[in-house]
T-cell receptor, first 115, second 112 residues
């Protein structure tokens, strides 16, 4: 069981480019959560998805950010026209069903640097 | 807005010391409080607490919740260098979907 796989581990983008972050949940997990961790800050919830559905996107910035979890393939967090303030570590977690956090398995994160 | 405050933000101790990490919270319709350990990569789950006064224990780590005073502590006894990490506290609320609200973490450094 490979765990939650995120790629790439490190991503460098110039201002104005697009960033695509991928998350493959653990086998059998159908719930995916994205969190962002800014330097010296805790993890901040962004979005919660189930297969083909966005359940809660209350933490997503209204512009430039989108997420999907298609029927086949990984979950994708997309950031369009990146700015320096988007530089952060982005973590994905998955769970098999409804989870109060104890069922989460986190991936190792993608560190995005915007130059 | 839900809030989690951890203290201290950082702590340096020697191997063998005992440490206590604090987490206070404000959340509407509290459901659970969770502790995670974050080394350089993924946060790993330590404990979930839902009831006051019941200690959860795993080896040298233990944690307890006080729902009246709205805080939790994480104790680590006989610390080892491998305990060096950032310890994250998070809360979850009833009706708050699955999301967790995290504190900033306590960075623990254990020196040999």
């Amino acid at each position: 069981n490979a765990g939650v796989m995120q790629n790439p581990r490190h991503l460098v983008r110039r201002r104005g480019q697009e960033a695509r972050l991928r998350c493959s949940p653990m086998k059998g997990h159908s719930h995916v959560y994205w969190y962002r961790q800014l330097p010296e800050e805790g993890l901040k919830f962004m979005v919660y998805l189930q297969k083909e559905n966005i359940i809660d996107e209350s933490g997503m910035p209204k512009e430039r950010f989108s997420a999907e979890f298609p029927k086949e393939g990984p979950s994708i967090l997309r950031i369009q026209q990146v700015v320096r303030g988007d530089s952060a570590a982005y973590f994905c977690a998955s769970s098999p069903t409804y989870s109060a956090g104890d069922g989460y398995t986190f991936g190792s994160g993608t560190r995005l640097t915007v130059v | 807005e839900d809030k989690v405050v951890q203290s201290p933000l950082s702590l340096v101790v020697h191997e063998g010391d005992t440490v206590t990490l604090n987490c206070s919270y404000e959340v509407t319709n509290f459901r659970s409080l969770l502790w995670y350990k974050q080394e350089k990569k993924a946060p790993t789950f330590l404990f979930m607490l839902t009831s006051s006064g019941i200690e959860k224990k795993s080896g040298r780590l233990s944690s307890i919740l006080d729902k009246k005073e709205l805080f939790s502590i994480l104790n680590i006894t006989a610390t080892q260098t491998g305990d060096s990490a950032v310890y994250l506290c998070a809360v979850n609320r009833v009706g708050g979907s699955e999301k967790l609200v995290f504190g900033k973490g306590t960075k623990l450094t254990v020196n040999p």
